[in-house]
């Protein structure tokens, strides 16, 4: 993807290359047709002094040498002539072993070469009548030290324009980063709230941003509030479903209901099927996933409760261990983060000997949680069944069922991966790992 | 054993005083948070089963305080809201246990039964060990070596009693108050009676009478 900065400068740089070389071009071509038209008018009277020059005597038509120019005379001066009369020709003795040629129309000609020098000339040729007979006079003039200093010119402005082009990207790059400032905050809040550091976006940044900002806002306070009326409703559907669930499982286990032992299966069987359902879809539904953006979860202030209390509740045979990085926290919401390390840590409760680890590393690229026990363990072959459905693998604990299926759930909501491994410590290591770029 | 139980189901209420009494508890009934509230402070409960979704003032506030006004008496809380937050918001107000509905009735036996042991700073053993007798509390039968002795059900509360206070000195009045709900008669000569089948089953020195003062249970063997 381009960025803003990357297309305005691509632009402006493409716009004033092309302005400035047009204008450079064009003013360099008008100043050198004036200079000429200045440089013609130089060898126009120049040409009128040699027809002046050109006399009559007894022999026809003569040229005075007197009245000539002493530039004529030295050879390659820069200065030439040849005057052409139907009888007679003279050409200037700076010519020296060169030939001046005789342009085929009057008027000025550029680009010829000529000498040793191979010396640009302006030529000049003009047509007169004079003693009745036709003279046609030819003045040249050396053009090269003009067209170097033009070229000079050409070096030094496009030098210049470079220069102007550098300083003009350079302040461009500056005014345009100061303009875009806004937007790069933006950009960086909306980072700090994906990774949970942050749970709104700052008001009065731009004028431009100002309703994206709104809504964004407005979004995330309707997402949190979305959850927190879905939570209250299930819970009240659970209140309302559980209570009258509870009754009936109590009278399942009835004196009565004792004498009729099928019945009573059946009975039973159908609650439980009831309750895990519905344990299972209320819990479902309370989960916040990754929809919340500003989310975020304590480590410091959350696990030592936790583990406080399920130390309460497995009682104190357990040493319940854990491994945090100090001012860790994960980008994901706090009673989703409860629910999960909740049930891993009680499944390993339930099974551990002894010992209990908590482990949760952040690495550059990916989260892990990892809950360790030193219990029996379950069958590599077994696992993947437990996984799937979720199921009891012993009736007679409650657990690595119904709980490992919402951690599964919530693995799932996260865009985690949950994975059962062989502990250090000699039982089962859950793992949930999740890739932190994923918002 | 006294026990509480705070809860707004009538139905639900219904079944677990009949289960539990069975099971050998003394059970109050209240299904109000203001009259739970101030019914623990008067009556010397062994041990609450509090539900959270109370008409009047919501068990967590009941439960933070009865705690703020110093009551150690071990809470179970039984609630519908199960998820971990909640559980450990429970906790935190001063639960000692969390029971999820729908529950099997024996799990909340065994963990009525676990709390009770927990309190008393006794392993949580499937049986209750005390002086050489071993009560299997669900069957309601004592054990010395491999001699077995089946219980009415008040001696089992009894015996239950002084097996969680062994080598204490327990008063009459005292052992009316943690045997019997607040509505039973309490005539201090059933409580002799009972005493003395115990004494005739398990043999006459288990259970010490100091005059004046009550019983104390030794458990020793004839």
Redesign the interface.
């Known amino acids: 993807m381009k960025s803003i900065q990357g297309r305005l400068s691509l632009g402006l740089i493409g716009v004033l290359v092309m302005v400035g070389l047009i204008t450079a071009q064009v003013s360099l071509w008008l100043f050198e047709a004036g200079l000429q038209r200045y440089l013609e008018a130089g060898l126009r009277s120049e040409s009128e002094s040699l027809l002046i020059a050109v006399g009559r005597d007894a022999q026809g038509l003569r040229l005075n040498p007197e009245r000539l120019l002493p530039a004529y005379d030295r050879p390659f001066s820069g200065r030439y002539f040849r005057i052409d009369t139907p009888q007679s020709h003279w050409r200037s003795r700076s010519l020296w072993d060169a030939e001046l040629p005789l342009p085929e129309q009057p008027g000025l000609h550029t680009d010829w070469r000529v000498g040793p020098d191979n010396q640009l000339l302006l030529v000049l040729r003009s047509d007169y009548r004079r003693y009745q007979q036709t003279v046609t006079i030819t003045v040249a003039q050396d053009y090269t030290p003009v067209r170097q200093s033009f070229q000079r010119m050409r070096q030094v402005g496009l030098g210049t324009g470079a220069i102007a082009l550098l300083l003009i990207l350079i302040l461009q790059r500056f005014t345009v980063k100061r303009a875009l400032a806004p937007l790069e905050r933006a950009r960086q809040q909306i980072a700090q709230l994906r990774q949970g550091r942050r749970s709104q976006l700052d008001h009065g940044q731009a004028a431009e941003l100002e309703p994206l900002i709104e809504q964004i806002n407005h979004l995330l306070a309707h997402t949190e509030d979305s959850l927190k009326r879905a939570r209250n409703a299930t819970?009240n559907l659970?209140?309302a479903?559980?209570?009258?669930?509870?009754?009936?499982?109590?009278?399942a286990?009835h004196a009565q209901l004792k004498a009729a032992p099928a019945l009573r299966q059946v009975m039973q069987e159908q609650?439980r099927a009831i309750?895990w359902r519905v344990?299972r879809e209320l819990?479902r539904a309370?989960l916040a996933g990754d929809a919340l953006p500003g989310a975020r979860f304590d480590c410091d202030e959350e696990i030592p409760?936790?583990m406080?209390?399920l130390a309460?509740?497995h009682?104190g045979h357990l040493q319940l261990c854990t491994r945090i990085a100090p001012g860790l926290q994960l980008p994901r919401e706090?009673?989703d983060v409860?629910?999960l390390?909740?049930?891993l840590l009680d499944n390993a409760c339930k099974w551990a000997d002894a010992t209990v680890l908590l482990t949760i590393e952040a690495h550059a690229d990916a989260l892990h949680i990892g809950v360790d026990d030193d219990g029996p363990g379950i069958e590599p072959s077994r696992r993947q069944a437990v996984l799937e459905r979720g199921q009891r693998l012993d009736e007679s604990v409650q657990g690595h069922g119904l709980g490992l299926g919402i951690v599964r759930d919530i693995a799932q909501a996260w865009g985690a991966r949950l994975e059962l491994q062989t502990s250090e410590l000699g039982g089962l290591r859950a793992v949930v790992s999740w890739p932190l770029g994923h918002a | 054993m006294r026990l509480l139980l705070v809860e707004d189901?009538v139905?639900?209420a219904d079944?677990?005083q009949g289960?539990l009494s069975r099971h050998g508890y003394a059970v109050d009934w209240r299904t109000d948070g203001r009259d739970a509230l101030y019914q623990a402070q008067i009556e010397p409960y062994d041990i609450i089963v509090l539900d959270l979704?109370l008409p009047g003032i919501p068990g967590l506030e009941v439960l933070a305080q009865w705690r703020r006004e110093g009551l150690g008496t071990p809470v179970l809380v039984l609630?519908?809201?199960?998820?971990?937050?909640e559980?450990?918001e429970g906790?935190?107000a001063g639960a000692?246990?969390?029971l999820?509905?729908?529950?099997?009735?024996?799990e909340l036996l065994l963990r009525l039964q676990?709390l009770l042991r927990?309190a008393k700073g006794l392993p949580?053993q499937p049986t209750l060990k005390a002086a050489g007798l071993e009560l299997d509390e669900s069957r309601q039968v004592v054990q010395r070596g491999d001699e077995a002795f089946a219980l009415t059900a008040a001696e089992f509360r009894l015996l239950r009693y002084f097996m969680l206070h062994p080598g204490q000195l327990l008063s009459k009045q005292q052992l009316a108050e943690h045997l019997y709900d607040g509505e039973s008669e309490r005539e201090s000569n059933v409580l002799e009676v009972h005493v003395n089948h115990l004494r005739r089953k398990l043999g006459r020195d288990v259970i010490e009478t100091r005059r004046g003062q009550g019983y104390c249970f030794t458990g020793v063997a004839r």
């Open positions: 819970g659970g209140h479903l559980k209570t009258p669930l509870a009754v009936l499982l109590n009278l286990d609650l309750e344990g819990n309370r409760i936790l406080q209390t309460k509740i009682g706090r009673e409860l629910e390390l909740g049930n | 189901s139905a639900l079944e677990l289960n979704g609630t519908a809201r199960g998820s971990w937050a559980r450990i906790l935190r000692d246990d969390y999820t509905k729908p529950f099997h009735p024996d676990s927990r949580n």
